[in-house]
């Protein structure tokens, strides 16, 4: 019975193995999904910052990422031009995905 329970488990098991040995890939999966690339390219900038840019200016600010969790999930202007950057509510990208592509922007160099 025991051995049958962790047999059930397995395929969770390699799932979260996969998930973890690639959180890059997965990352990036989110903005494509999301739509993000559609204004953004990791190198070039588009109508918003390159990621690689974004990345650059917050290095070592320990506020970045709750900053710019708020500021993808609402929108605005500011940081980088006049051209707002629209809201991209609950419906369009999840807390956990919104959290990790920021985490992901933020460890590209
Ligand atoms: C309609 C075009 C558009 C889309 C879609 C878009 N962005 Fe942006 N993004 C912008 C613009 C424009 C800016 C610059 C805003 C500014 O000057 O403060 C920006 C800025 C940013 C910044 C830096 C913010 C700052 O204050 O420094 C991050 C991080 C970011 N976007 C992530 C994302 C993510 C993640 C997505 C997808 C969920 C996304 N963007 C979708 C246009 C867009």
Redesign the pocket.
């Known amino acids: 019975m025991k051995l049958k329970t962790t047999l059930h488990l397995l395929p969770l098991l390699a799932a979260t193995l996969v998930t973890i040995a690639s959180p890059a890939k997965a990352s990036e999966e989110i903005?494509k999904k999301?739509?993000?690339v559609?204004?953004?390219a990791v190198d070039t900038k588009r109508?918003?910052?390159a990621?690689k840019d974004?990345a650059a200016?917050?290095k070592g600010d320990a506020k970045a990422p709750a900053?710019?969790f708020e500021?993808?999930r609402h929108g605005?202007?500011?940081?980088?031009?006049?051209?707002?950057?629209?809201p991209?509510p609950a419906d369009?990208?999840s807390d956990d995905d919104?959290k990790a592509?920021?985490a992901w922007?933020l460890a590209l160099h």
């Open positions: 903005v999301a739509r993000c559609a204004c953004h109508v918003g910052p990621y974004v200016k917050y900053m710019l500021k993808v605005g202007s500011g940081n980088w031009g006049t051209v707002p950057m629209l991209h369009k990208i919104l592509a920021i922007i």
